[in-house]
């Protein structure tokens, strides 16, 4: 491309050549110096490379242990939740309640989900998941407790009296003078 001809009709007053057609040694021809050797330079940005690896599965395993203890503190917080809303069977101890029951069904159930990001060769997520998924465990046992306490959950024999026999007669009264 000429120097100051215009591109396409732009009216460029300079235009710049990426192309190399000197017959100029070029830098790749030239030795290196003494002391500095190629390898050398690739070694040093693999060992930086290595760091960068190494610090990012470090931070991904703390990220996933920051994850694997979050149900902890929605523990405090739910228990206070069922406590402030009493022990009897109303429209918001129920909702409070079923809230305590489905929170750590649906966490389990996506624990897969929660912890894809943090995946990686180097770091083993499979002690954080058991953390998780004990944590929500026990969340869940809260859950069930406010069941009980509600007296929703059939745990007594008089809850189950529908689905019982009827009770064997043991004793026939007869005799006596019927009276018309």
């Known amino acids: 491309m000429d120097k100051g001809k ?15 057609n000197s017959t100029s040694h070029s830098s790749r021809d030239i030795a290196d110096p003494p002391g500095f050797t190629r390898a050398s330079q690739e070694q040093d940005d693999s060992a930086v490379s290595k ?5 990012e599965a470090n931070w991904k395993a703390q990220k996933a242990w920051e994850v694997a203890q979050a149900p902890f503190k929605n523990l405090f917080m739910m228990a206070f939740m069922m406590w402030m809303a009493g022990s ?25 989900g929660v912890f894809a990001p943090y995946k990686d060769n180097k770091v083993d997520l499979v002690v954080p998941k058991l953390v998780y998924i004990a944590l929500n465990l026990v969340g869940l046992g809260l859950g ?10 059939p745990t ?16 026939y009264a007869g005799g006596g003078f019927p009276i018309y």
């Open 6 to 20: 215009s591109v396409m009709g732009s009216g460029r007053r300079w235009a710049v050549e990426f192309t190399d």
């Open 51 to 55: 760091q960068k690896k190494d610090a």
């Open 88 to 112: 009897t069977v109303h429209l918001f101890s129920i909702g409070i309640t079923f809230s305590a029951l489905l929170q750590p069904i649906n966490a389990i159930r996506g624990v897969v």
């Open 144 to 153: 069930v407790y406010k069941l009980n306490t509600l007296g929703l959950l």
């Open 156 to 171: 007594h024999v008089s809850d189950w009296v529908s689905s019982l026999p009827p009770a064997q007669e043991v004793e």
